[in-house]
C-alpha cells in the first residue's frame, strides 16, 4: 500500500453555500395556507395541492429569509388545501381550520406547537359548518383571543357569524345569523365573497355578488353581539371596472387601513370598502401583481403572498406588500420561486456535462421515479418527462454517469429488493432497460455500488435478504451479460469509483478496498469513519463529511480526510448524514439527507430539505494544497478549473488539458466527460481536424459516410463476395453433356468434308476410303467389277462418325452418370448415435462498411495493418455448432472497412445453430453490412457459398445492442459414387431476408448507443 504524502494547513471551518440562499422551501403548490406573527419575524406555509406531498409544514424567517421544514412527531391533519390558518403568539401556535381535499369538506381546526413540534386537533364541543365558502380572522383584543369566520351554510344557504373563544375553546352556539342567500341567484359561490377584518372590539366584513352588483357592508359588535347591515347597489363605474378586470373571481385577503377596509382581489386591484356607511367605495387598479390561485395573509398594515400560478408557472415565492396608507403601497420580493425536487431521501446525484441529474427516492411514505435535472449554470432545477421504459418507483439503488449516459441498477421498493438494469440516455430523453439473463446475475439488493467503464460496468456491496454482501460482477453491455469477478469484504452501503488504468476504489466507513480488474486481486485497508457520511474518493485522498454515531445518538458536522500524510479534521455549518452528493468543478454538492434539531436529535425517518455546495478551495488556505478539478475540467495555470470547451472532453480528475474530439467526430457542449460525447460527423458532411465543434459540408462530387475524416471520391466501390454454387449442382443433367458433344463432333465432320471436297488430291483420296464400292456399281446384264467413287467415300465418311458419336455417346453416358448427384428425402433418426455425421470446414466473413472503429487496431487508426488479432473488443459466441474453438480473425480495408472472418475446421452444424458477432470498440457503427457464408460441399474439390447485405438508409448507421440477424440455411449433403467414396458437406443457401435491428438516425445513434452487434 503507497499513501500519498501530501500536507496540508487548512482554515477551521469550511463555508457551506446554500442552493438557493433561502435553503430549499415547500415546493410550488396553489391553495396552500399562509399565516405567522410579524413581531416574532416568523411565516408559516402548510398544505396546498400541486406537490408530492401536500401536509408539510415551513417556516420561514423573516429576519434571514431562511426556509425550514417543521416535521411532526404526532398524528398529522389529513391532506387539505384552501383552508385558513393564524398564528397563536402566546402559544407559539400555528393552527389550521378548514379546508377541503379530493373526497372531503372540512371543519376542524388543528395546532402545531412550534416547541414541542407536535400537531393537536382542539377538542371543542361545536364545529360550526362545513361551509359553501367562508373566510376567517384571527383577532387579539386586551386579553381575549379569537376565531371568527364567516361563511355560507352547506345546506340552508345562510350566511352567519361564528366566533371561537381560544382561551375557552368554545364556538359561540348555532352562530350569529347574517342574511340568507337565494339559492336561484346565488347558485354559483365562486361569485358570492367575502371581505373580513377587525378593529378593536368590532368585526368589519363585506358580503357583495360580482354579477348581482349587490353590496351589503356590516359590523358586528363581539362582546354585545349587535350586528349592522346595509345593502348598496355599487356604482356602475366601480361594477365595469371589476367586471372588465381580468381575474376576478375571489377576494384574496382584507386589512383594515386607516378605517377603511382595503379589499386585495385576485386580480391586483384593491376595493376600499370605507367603514361609515356614509362615505362611497372606490377601486384603485393596477396596484399589485397577485399570483393566480395564490394565498396571501394580511396583519398589522402587511400583506404575504405566496405560490399560485404565475405565467402559467406554479411558483413557491414570498412577497410583501405594505400598506403605508390608503394611496401609498410597496411590493417587494422577500423569497423568489425556486422549483426544487419534493423532499426525498435515498436517491443519487449524478453529474453530466454542466447539470446534475436526480432520480427517486424515497419521500416518507412512497417510492418515486421522477427524474429532475438542476443546471449549475442557470442555477434552476427543472422535472424531465423522459420517453421510453421507465424504472419502477424505487429508493436506496445504484447509479452511475459516463458520457450522456445515466444508469440505475437495482435498489428496494414496496415488492421488495431489485436487480433491473435501466440506462438513461440525457441527450435523446429515453429510458431503456437491459434484460440479462436471471440465472447468472447478481442478487436482488440495495446500497450497492455501481461504476461505469464502457462497454462494461461494475457492481459492488450492498445488502439482501441475507445480510452485508461482498461480491463483485461485471456486467457487459455488449453481450447483455454478468460475469462474477471475486469475493471480498461485505459493505452494506459502499462508495465505488473507477480509477484508469483498471483499478476500482471500494470505501465506507470501516474499510478502504483498492482492486485490480486485470489481476483480479485486492487490498484491503482500516477506515473506521462515521456511518452515513458522505465519502468522496479522489484519486489521491478520500473525504468524510459528516455521518452520525452508529446508535442515532449523535450527528457530526466535520470533514475528516484520509490517506493523507497530515489528515485534517474541518468543523463545518451543517450536521449532515445519510445525504447523497456528487463532485462538479471543484465542489461538492450535497442534496437531502436525515432530520434532526440539534447535534443529539435525530430523525432519520423524516426528509431533511437540504441542497448545498462546499467548494474544496475553501477547506484550505495555503497553496501547498492543489485541488483536484473534476472530470468535464482543465487545470490553469493558476490553478482555477475551467470547463472543456466545445469540441475536448476531459475523462480524469486534474486534468492540465482536455482531450480533442479526434477527426470525423464534433462536439458541440461544453463540460465533456467522455470521448462518447464527441458524436460522428453525419453522413454528409466531414472533419478533417480535432477538436472541433461542428463538422463541413462534403462536396456533391465527394462521398462522406458517418464519420468521415475526408471526402472520398463517389465514385469508390468495394469488392464483395458473390455466392457460388457447385457447378455440377447447377446442371440438370448429364444428357446436356451428350448433346454438347454431338454438336461438336457433327460440325467437326462437316469441316472436314468441306475441307477434303475443296482439294483434287483430296478428293482421289475420299474415293478410296469408299465402302460402298459392291453396291453403286452393278447393272442389270452387265459384268460385276468393283469401282470406287467420290460419293461412296463421302457417305461412308459420314456413317463412320455417325457411328464414333453414337458409340461414344454411350459410354460418356455410362461413365458421367456414374458421378451424377442425386437428392433423395431420407427418413432417419439424425440423433441416434449410428446415425450419419455430416461433417465440413465451415467459414463466416462479416464485413463492416464505413466502420466507426478501429477494426481490432489497438494502436492505429482503422486501415493501418496489424496481425489480424481482433483483440479483445471484438468477440463472437457460437450455438450448435461441433466445433468451439472459433477464432475471429480481423482485417481493416481501406475506406473504413472492416472485416472479420472466422472458421472452423471439421464442423457439424445442428439445428437453429446460429453464431453471434460482437463489437465493442468506441464508435462501433457502421453504414452496411455484409455477411457471406461458405462451407466445403460433398461434391468433392467443391464449396458451397451464399452472400447477403443491409445497407442503412439515409442518415442512418447500424448502432447498438440489438443483434443485426441474417439467416442461411445449411443443408446436409451426402457424396459416395462406386468406388466406395464418401463426402459430407452442406449447402449454403440465403433464407429470408436480414432483419435490421438497432437502426439509428445518426445523431440518436451518437448520443444513444455504445457498439453494435
Avoid at 477494426?855 to 492505429?860: A, I, P, S, V
Wanted: proline letters at 4%; glycine letters at 6%.
Amino acid at each position: 500500500m503507497h499513501w500519498l504524502l501530501v500536507s496540508l494547513v487548512c482554515i477551521e471551518a469550511a463555508i457551506i453555500h446554500s442552493i438557493p440562499s433561502s435553503k430549499i422551501g415547500p415546493g410550488p403548490s396553489f391553495y396552500p395556507v399562509i399565516a405567522g406573527n410579524i413581531e416574532k419575524n416568523k411565516l408559516f406555509i402548510h398544505g396546498g395541492t400541486g406537490q408530492i406531498d401536500q401536509n408539510q409544514l415551513w417556516e420561514l424567517n423573516l429576519n434571514t429569509y431562511m426556509w425550514s421544514i417543521l416535521h411532526s412527531f404526532s398524528d398529522l391533519p389529513e391532506i387539505r388545501y384552501d383552508h385558513m390558518g393564524f398564528f397563536r403568539p402566546n402559544n407559539e401556535e400555528f393552527c389550521v381550520y378548514g379546508g377541503r381535499n379530493q373526497n372531503k369538506v372540512f371543519n376542524d381546526i388543528w395546532c402545531f406547537e412550534t416547541k414541542r413540534l407536535i400537531w393537536e386537533k382542539l377538542d371543542v364541543y361545536f364545529f360550526p359548518g362545513p361551509f359553501l365558502k367562508f373566510t376567517s380572522v384571527y383577532h387579539e383584543y386586551m386579553n381575549y383571543e379569537f376565531f371568527i369566520v364567516l361563511g355560507i351554510d352547506i345546506y340552508s344557504y345562510d350566511v352567519k357569524i361564528y366566533i371561537l373563544d381560544l382561551k375557552e375553546l368554545k364556538w359561540e352556539d348555532n352562530g350569529i345569523y347574517v342574511l340568507t342567500l337565494d339559492k336561484d341567484e346565488f347558485l354559483d359561490v365562486d361569485y358570492v365573497n367575502f371581505s373580513i377584518a377587525c378593529a378593536d372590539e368590532r368585526l368589519v366584513f363585506a358580503i357583495w355578488h360580482k354579477n348581482e352588483k349587490l353590496f351589503w357592508r356590516g359590523e358586528f359588535d363581539i362582546f354585545s353581539k349587535k350586528l349592522t347591515l346595509d345593502k348598496v347597489f355599487l356604482s356602475k363605474s366601480i361594477m365595469g371596472s371589476i367586471l372588465n378586470s381580468s381575474n376576478y373571481k375571489e377576494i384574496k385577503a382584507s386589512l383594515i387601513v386607516n378605517n377603511t377596509l382595503a379589499t386585495i382581489l385576485s386580480s391586483g386591484a384593491i376595493l376600499y370598502i370605507p367603514m361609515s356607511p356614509n362615505d362611497i367605495a372606490y377601486v384603485d387598479f393596477n396596484i399589485i401583481d397577485i399570483n393566480n390561485k395564490s394565498s396571501v395573509w394580511c396583519a398589522n398594515y402587511s400583506c404575504f403572498s405566496f405560490g399560485g400560478y404565475y405565467l402559467e408557472q406554479l411558483t413557491n415565492g414570498i412577497e410583501r406588500i405594505d400598506f403605508l396608507n390608503s394611496s401609498i403601497i410597496q411590493q417587494k420580493l422577500l423569497v423568489e420561486s425556486f422549483i426544487s425536487p419534493p423532499l426525498r431521501t435515498s436517491t443519487s446525484l449524478k453529474a453530466v456535462h454542466t447539470d446534475l441529474y436526480l432520480f427517486g427516492g424515497k419521500n416518507q411514505a412512497f417510492y418515486l421515479n421522477d427524474l429532475w435535472k438542476y443546471s449549475t449554470k442557470k442555477n434552476l432545477w427543472s422535472k424531465i418527462s423522459p420517453k421510453g421504459l421507465w424504472p419502477s418507483s424505487r429508493s436506496s439503488y445504484a447509479a452511475a454517469a459516463q458520457g450522456d449516459i445515466l444508469v440505475i441498477w437495482g435498489g428496494e421498493n414496496t415488492s421488495g429488493y431489485l436487480n433491473d438494469l435501466f440506462i438513461y440516455n440525457v441527450y435523446t430523453g429515453i429510458w431503456f432497460q437491459y434484460s440479462p439473463d436471471p440465472i447468472i446475475s447478481p442478487s436482488k439488493r440495495k446500497n450497492a455500488c455501481i461504476v461505469l467503464e464502457l462497454p462494461n460496468a461494475y457492481i459492488y456491496g450492498g445488502s439482501d435478504s441475507t445480510g452485508p454482501l461482498g461480491d463483485l460482477w461485471e456486467y457487459s453491455f455488449g453481450n447483455n451479460s454478468y460475469r462474477k469477478l471475486i469475493e471480498m469484504k461485505s459493505m452494506s452501503k459502499p462508495t465505488c469509483v473507477y480509477k484508469s488504468p483498471y483499478n476500482l476504489f471500494i470505501v465506507n466507513e470501516n474499510y478502504h478496498i483498492e482492486y485490480s480488474i486485470q489481476k483480479n486481486i485486492s487490498s484491503i485497508s482500516i477506515v473506521s469513519k462515521n456511518p452515513d457520511s458522505i465519502i468522496e474518493i479522489t484519486y489521491d485522498y478520500v473525504l468524510f463529511i459528516g455521518g452520525r454515531s452508529k446508535d442515532y445518538t449523535k450527528a457530526y458536522n466535520k470533514i475528516i480526510s484520509f490517506r493523507l500524510q497530515n489528515n485534517f479534521d474541518i468543523q463545518i455549518e451543517d450536521f449532515i448524514y445519510n445525504s447523497v452528493h456528487t463532485y462538479y468543478n471543484s465542489s461538492i454538492y450535497i442534496y437531502g439527507g436525515g432530520y434532526l434539531t440539534s447535534e443529539f436529535s435525530l430523525f432519520p425517518s423524516f426528509l431533511m430539505p437540504r441542497f448545498i455546495r462546499i467548494d474544496i478551495k475553501d477547506l484550505c488556505a495555503e497553496a501547498q494544497y492543489k485541488v483536484q478539478c473534476s472530470i468535464g475540467f482543465e487545470k490553469s495555470k493558476n490553478g482555477e478549473c475551467n470547463l472543456c470547451e466545445p469540441g475536448t472532453y476531459s475523462i480524469d480528475l486534474d486534468n492540465a488539458n482536455c482531450g480533442k474530439c479526434d477527426t470525423g467526430f464534433y462536439n458541440p457542449t461544453q463540460g465533456s466527460t467522455s470521448f462518447y460525447q464527441c458524436f460522428q460527423c453525419p453522413e454528409g458532411t466531414y472533419m478533417d481536424k480535432k477538436g472541433s465543434n461542428i463538422c463541413k459540408a462534403c462536396s456533391p462530387e465527394y462521398y462522406c459516410p458517418v464519420q468521415s475524416s475526408f471526402p472520398i471520391r463517389a465514385n469508390y466501390t468495394v469488392n464483395t463476395n458473390p455466392s457460388f454454387q457447385p457447378e455440377i449442382v447447377k446442371s440438370e443433367s448429364p444428357i446436356e453433356i451428350i448433346k454438347f458433344l454431338v454438336k461438336i463432333s457433327l460440325f467437326g465432320t462437316i469441316g472436314v468434308l468441306v475441307f477434303i471436297l475443296s482439294f483434287k488430291k483430296m478428293r482421289k483420296c475420299l474415293c478410296r476410303f469408299d465402302l460402298y464400292y459392291m453396291l453403286h456399281n452393278f447393272e442389270d446384264g452387265e459384268y460385276a467389277k468393283i469401282i470406287i467413287n467420290l460419293y461412296g467415300g463421302t457417305f461412308s465418311v459420314i456413317f463412320v462418325a455417325l457411328s464414333s458419336i453414337f458409340i461414344g455417346g454411350l459410354i460418356s453416358v455410362y461413365m458421367l452418370d456414374n458421378q451424377y448427384e442425386e437428392k433423395f428425402i431420407i427418413h432417419g433418426d439424425f440423433s441416434s448415435k449410428n446415425s450419419m455425421r455430416f461433417r465440413a470446414d465451415f467459414e463466416v466473413e462479416i464485413r463492416l462498411k464505413d466502420y466507426g472503429g478501429k477494426c481490432g487496431n489497438k494502436y492505429g487508426n482503422i486501415g493501418s495493418k496489424h496481425d489480424g488479432d481482433c483483440g479483445t473488443l471484438i468477440d463472437i459466441s457460437s450455438k450448435g455448432i461441433s466445433n468451439q474453438g472459433l477464432r475471429p480473425f480481423c482485417l481493416p480495408h481501406p475506406r473504413n472497412v472492416c472485416s472479420m472472418k472466422f472458421s472452423c475446421k471439421n464442423c457439424e452444424i445442428e439445428s437453429e445453430a446460429y453464431v453471434e458477432a460482437y463489437f465493442f470498440e468506441t464508435s462501433s457503427f457502421a453504414k452496411a453490412i455484409e455477411v457471406n457464408v461458405t462451407a466445403d460441399s460433398s461434391i468433392p474439390e467443391s464449396r458451397s457459398s451464399s452472400f447477403n447485405k443491409i445497407t442503412a438508409s439515409k442518415n442512418q448507421i447500424f448502432i447498438g445492442h440489438n443483434l443485426t440477424e441474417f439467416h442461411f440455411t445449411a443443408i446436409p449433403s451426402f457424396f459416395s459414387n462406386d468406388f466406395q467414396t464418401t463426402n459430407t458437406g452442406y449447402h449454403i443457401i440465403s433464407g429470408t431476408s436480414p432483419i435490421p435491428r438497432s437502426i439509428y438516425n445518426k445523431i440518436t445513434a451518437s448520443k444513444n448507443q455504445i457498439f453494435i452487434g
